[in-house]
């Protein structure tokens, strides 16, 4: 990872991020974060594949002017509407140009999500009509999104003992509860490779969750941030094809419903500062969200990032680098379940390791709560932080600087780093007595790292550091 300073700038203005105040704090504390395993936001900062840099140093010139289209450079927007159709298998369900199309995104799908908010809100403007969203907890930051538009927020709830996979009763009941409470809008969020449990929703869940959508006159997201990220042996449950299916058999003269999918690049290549992804919706909808809501506070930007993308996914080396990523992934995986269940005693069936994404969502250790530790140093990432030099991530993401919607009784862990990196993180839980079972009534000897270049001088905001790898054969 970058010197703190370099990712996170100076302490000068304040800074949402919990993230940052809690390594701050540890630094303060006289700890050395160049010692730190960082598994939370899912990021390695070691740059994306060396094919996609190649493409970054030869862009066109007219990719650093002005577009005269706000659907995202014209080369980019092109080979997205081949590569989403190809490798999410669309013809077989709906025609491109008619029942679906494609636009390039720059600056985050999370801004296209928030225009489609907005977007199904100026469809049912009257003050009574409250805007509400259904999606998963555990989950991504969707109230992050949708609250702050006016949107209430209704769960529907995932747990281990049923492999994170929703109960499509309760997303019925959900659905039609929403709609008998207002006239407005309702959003369902159907996140089939789900963030942060790495399961892979089952096609018949999706397919009901849908049926329950159009039954109900709901609108939908679908999230397939991590649709091309899952191991080698699984096929992705395709949310979108199953959404395109149920709505293409939909008598003649039904109202079809609103509908948005996204897809970010960034998540397959390991460029998530570009923000660059496709977005996905009817050629109507597309045109509101891209012709008249997105003009209103942006244009298309990012644009050689853009190019370089394009002339990326248009070379075979991008196919064959998700394989290696993939094999990579599931190495990784298997090895981190192995060891929580034999190192950290956590139960069987307690944990599901999952088979998409890059995390593995673990519970936060029963004995932590009923110590009276929690309220001590405030949550249990925050312990794993002080006593092992370890940080995992938020099961219940939230947005920075904003209240947490539901208790962090679940951490992520980010798998990307591989395996030799989540191997030292492991140790370092063991030997502190992070498992199951509760501490030892011991000292926790000082945190060592991977075998590593010499570490920077330390003591300034400059040259803070954390370990994610240095050293580590590079994963992907």
Same mark, same amino acid.
């Given at each position: 990872?970058? *010197?703190?300073?370099?990712?996170?700038?100076? $302490?000068?203005?304040?800074?949402? =991020?919990?993230?940052?105040?809690?390594?701050?704090?540890?630094?303060?504390?006289?700890? %050395?974060?160049?010692?730190?395993? /960082?598994?939370?936001?899912?990021?390695?900062?070691?740059?994306?594949?060396?094919?996609?840099?190649?493409?970054?140093?030869?862009?066109?010139?007219?990719?650093?002017?002005?577009?005269?289209? $706000?659907?995202?450079? *014209?080369?980019?927007?092109?080979?997205?509407?081949?590569?989403?159709?190809? @490798?999410?298998?669309?013809?077989?369900?709906?025609?491109?140009?008619?029942?679906?199309?494609?636009?390039?995104?720059?600056?985050? @799908?999370?801004?296209?999500?928030?225009?489609?908010?907005?977007?199904?809100?100026?469809?049912?403007?009257?003050?009574?009509?409250?805007?509400?969203?259904?999606?998963?907890?555990?989950?991504?930051?969707?109230?992050?999104? /949708?609250?702050?538009?006016? =949107?209430?927020?209704?769960?529907?709830?995932?747990?281990?003992?049923?492999?994170?996979?929703?109960?499509?009763?309760?997303? #019925?009941?959900?659905? %039609?509860?929403?709609?008998?409470? @207002?006239?407005?809008?309702?959003?369902?969020?159907?996140?089939?490779?789900?963030? +942060?449990?790495?399961?892979?929703?089952?096609?018949?869940?999706?397919? #009901?969750?849908?049926?329950?959508?159009? !039954?109900?006159?709901?609108?939908?997201?679908?999230? %397939?941030?991590?649709?091309?990220?899952?191991? +080698?042996?699984?096929? $992705?449950?395709?949310?979108?094809?199953?959404?395109?299916? #149920?709505?293409?058999?939909?008598?003649?003269?039904?109202?079809?419903?609103? &509908?948005?999918?996204?897809?970010?690049?960034?998540?397959?290549?390991?460029?998530?500062?570009?923000?660059?992804?496709?977005?996905?919706?009817? *050629?109507?909808?597309?045109?509101?969200?891209?012709?008249?809501?997105?003009?209103?506070?942006?244009?298309?930007?990012?644009?050689?990032?853009?190019?370089?993308?394009?002339?990326?996914?248009?070379?075979?080396?991008?196919?064959?680098?998700?394989? #290696?990523?993939?094999?990579?992934?599931?190495?990784?995986?298997?090895?981190?379940?192995?060891?929580?269940?034999? %190192?950290?005693? =956590?139960?069987?069936?307690?944990?599901?390791?999952?088979?998409?994404?890059?995390?593995?969502?673990?519970?936060?250790?029963?004995?932590?709560?009923?110590?009276?530790?929690?309220?001590?140093?405030?949550?249990?990432?925050?312990?794993?932080? !002080?006593?092992?030099?370890?940080?995992?991530?938020?099961?219940?993401?939230?947005? +920075?600087?904003?209240?947490?919607?539901?208790?962090?009784?679940?951490?992520?862990?980010?798998?990307?780093?591989?395996?030799?990196?989540?191997?030292?993180?492991?140790?370092?839980?063991?030997?502190?007595?992070?498992? &199951?079972?509760?501490?030892?009534?011991?000292?926790?000897?000082?945190?060592?790292?991977?075998?590593?270049?010499?570490?920077?001088?330390?003591?300034?905001?400059?040259?803070?550091?954390?370990?994610?790898?240095?050293?580590? *054969?590079?994963?992907?």
């Amino acid at each position: 990872m970058q *010197p703190l300073l370099d990712i996170a700038g100076p $302490p000068d203005l304040t800074n949402p =991020y919990g993230d940052l105040a809690l390594l701050r704090r540890h630094r303060d504390q006289g700890h %050395d974060l160049s010692r730190v395993i /960082y598994l939370s936001l899912g990021e390695t900062w070691q740059g994306p594949p060396p094919g996609l840099l190649a493409a970054l140093r030869d862009v066109p010139a007219h990719a650093h002017g002005y577009q005269l289209t $706000p659907y995202g450079l *014209p080369a980019l927007r092109l080979v997205l509407r081949d590569y989403i159709t190809r @490798t999410q298998h669309l013809d077989e369900a709906a025609v491109l140009g008619s029942d679906f199309e494609v636009a390039g995104s720059a600056g985050s @799908t999370r801004s296209v999500m928030r225009d489609f908010g907005r977007l199904l809100i100026e469809d049912k403007p009257t003050a009574s009509a409250r805007p509400i969203v259904v999606c998963a907890s555990p989950g991504w930051d969707y109230p992050g999104v /949708y609250a702050p538009l006016g =949107y209430e927020i209704r769960h529907f709830g995932l747990s281990s003992d049923r492999g994170y996979q929703p109960d499509t009763q309760e997303v #019925e009941e959900r659905l %039609d509860q929403a709609r008998r409470d @207002t006239t407005g809008p309702v959003l369902l969020v159907i996140n089939a490779q789900h963030n +942060p449990s790495g399961a892979n929703w089952s096609a018949g869940v999706v397919r #009901e969750m849908v049926r329950a959508a159009l !039954q109900f006159d709901v609108q939908v997201l679908v999230d %397939d941030a991590y649709y091309a990220v899952h191991d +080698p042996a699984v096929t $992705p449950t395709p949310a979108l094809r199953i959404l395109l299916e #149920e709505v293409a058999s939909l008598p003649s003269g039904v109202r079809r419903p609103r &509908w948005l999918a996204t897809r970010s690049m960034g998540k397959q290549f390991h460029c998530n500062g570009w923000g660059v992804g496709a977005a996905v919706a009817a *050629p109507g909808t597309l045109e509101d969200l891209y012709a008249r809501l997105l003009p209103q506070h942006t244009y298309t930007t990012a644009v050689p990032l853009q190019a370089a993308m394009a002339a990326w996914l248009a070379d075979p080396a991008a196919d064959i680098y998700l394989t #290696e990523q993939r094999a990579a992934y599931a190495v990784t995986r298997a090895e981190v379940a192995e060891r929580i269940q034999r %190192d950290l005693h =956590y139960p069987a069936g307690s944990f599901v390791a999952g088979s998409c994404g890059p995390y593995m969502l673990l519970p936060v250790p029963p004995w932590y709560s009923a110590s009276g530790v929690g309220g001590a140093d405030g949550d249990f990432r925050q312990h794993c932080l !002080q006593r092992a030099g370890v940080l995992p991530g938020e099961g219940h993401m939230s947005t +920075p600087g904003r209240p947490v919607q539901a208790s962090q009784d679940v951490i992520r862990l980010y798998l990307g780093l591989g395996s030799d990196v989540l191997a030292t993180a492991l140790d370092r839980m063991v030997a502190a007595g992070l498992g &199951w079972n509760g501490p030892r009534m011991t000292t926790l000897a000082p945190a060592t790292t991977p075998p590593a270049a010499a570490a920077p001088a330390i003591g300034s905001e400059e040259h803070s550091t954390m370990t994610v790898g240095q050293g580590a *054969p590079a994963r992907p």
